[in-house]
């Protein structure tokens, strides 16, 4: 195991220098100028004395370097647009508010997708199973963006239950735009623990544990559930991933202060350093939670040791 993690962590080098390279040179394709404020072009002289100010006067490769210098050294660089901010600052005042909406709202799909897929696959093609996998499927096909327009109509427009459709304050504002967010995942976890479930229940062990005696629950909470999260952890990783650096939509649509509205506003406003600093953040963040994944897998599923190790 020990192992393992090490080469995983030794491969998370290569993959963050492609990805800053990647949107290196997807940022130098796209026009404009992240200097100018208005439809007037900058002088000449004052545009030469920005470029070499910040480094992009030099060729591609000379800038690439020296990012990836930065990066190891924890420092994100200057915006380009904000004047006197530094990418750290803006990720340490906004980020936090996206991860907190993000893991919120993967902690909503995982307490209400499992144990509703649980019980969905225990009461197999009864009234119970069809309800939850209705509002399953309905879940998971709805985009966020409508999930959250429909709830600011309904619980806010039409019938007031004192939810904010702004800001990220008190838990009033937290609950809207963390349940629009989560209920796809939720859905999906929902289906997939149906699913491997209702495999896992025809399984000749399954037989054997019930023919020695064992209770029910104990049968279900120590073979049939632990090896139906197999999947469900497996998908874990990257859902968490997209929750917390997808969260884009909802931050626009709930006003939320988040490192997603920055997002989008650097890349309009050609702001390299703020652009390529988000990414690699959210890039590490994905490849952690794929990290955490392979580790749970090997705890749930010891005979995975060898193999991944």
């Known amino acids: 195991m020990t192992k393992f993690i090490v080469r995983r962590v030794f491969w998370t080098i290569p993959v963050i220098l492609v990805v800053i390279l990647l949107t290196f040179g997807l940022?130098?394709?796209?026009?404009g100028n992240p200097f100018r404020t208005s439809e007037r072009a900058i002088p000449a002289e004052i545009q030469r004395n920005l470029d070499r100010k910040f480094g992009l006067d030099k060729p591609?490769?000379?800038?690439?370097?020296?990012?990836?210098?930065?990066?190891?050294?924890?420092?994100?660089?200057?915006?380009?647009?904000?004047?006197?901010?530094?990418?750290?600052d803006i990720v340490k005042e906004h980020f936090p508010r996206s991860l907190e909406l993000g893991g919120?709202?993967?902690?909503?799909?995982?307490?209400?997708?499992?144990?509703?897929?649980?019980?969905?696959?225990?009461?197999?093609?009864?009234?119970?199973?069809?309800?939850?996998?209705?509002?399953?499927?309905?879940?998971?096909?709805?985009?966020?963006?409508?999930?959250?327009t429909l709830f600011i109509y309904f619980f806010v427009l039409q019938f007031d239950f004192g939810f904010p459709t702004s800001g990220w304050t008190g838990w009033e504002s937290k609950?809207?735009?963390v349940v629009a967010l989560g209920l796809a995942p939720m859905a999906a976890?929902?289906?997939?623990?149906?699913?491997?479930?209702?495999?896992?229940?025809?399984?000749?062990?399954i037989r054997t544990a019930r023919a020695k005696g064992l209770r029910w629950r104990r049968v279900i909470s120590l073979h049939v559930l632990r090896n139906s999260l197999i999947p469900v952890v497996t998908a874990a990783g990257p859902t968490l991933g997209f929750l917390?650096?997808?969260?884009?939509?909802?931050?626009?649509?709930?006003?939320?202060?988040?490192?997603?509205?920055?997002y989008v506003t650097a890349v309009q406003a050609r702001d390299y350093s703020v652009v390529m600093g988000l990414t690699v953040l959210l890039a590490v963040i994905v490849?952690?939670?794929?990290?955490?994944?392979?580790?749970?897998?090997?705890?749930?599923?010891?005979?995975?040791?060898?193999?991944?190790?």
């Not at 940022?27 to 026009?31: C, E, F, L, T």
């Not at 000379?62 to 990012?67: I, K, N």
């Open 60 to 88: 591609w490769y000379e800038q690439y370097a020296r990012y990836v210098k930065n990066v190891a050294t924890f420092d994100l660089g200057p915006s380009l647009v904000l004047r006197n901010r530094d990418v750290n």
């Open 104 to 148: 919120l709202a993967f902690l909503f799909a995982l307490v209400f997708g499992i144990p509703l897929g649980a019980v969905s696959a225990l009461k197999a093609n009864s009234w119970l199973d069809y309800a939850a996998m209705f509002f399953s499927n309905v879940g998971f096909a709805i985009p966020s963006f409508l999930v959250a």
């Open 189 to 205: 976890f929902a289906r997939l623990v149906r699913g491997t479930m209702l495999e896992t229940l025809q399984q000749d062990y």
């Open 175 to 177: 609950v809207l735009p």
């Open 27 to 31: 940022m130098r394709q796209i026009k």
């Open 287 to 309: 490849i952690v939670a794929n990290l955490v994944v392979d580790i749970l897998y090997g705890i749930l599923d010891p005979r995975t040791r060898d193999v991944r190790t």
């Open 244 to 262: 917390i650096t997808g969260s884009f939509v909802i931050e626009q649509i709930f006003a939320i202060p988040g490192v997603g509205r920055y």
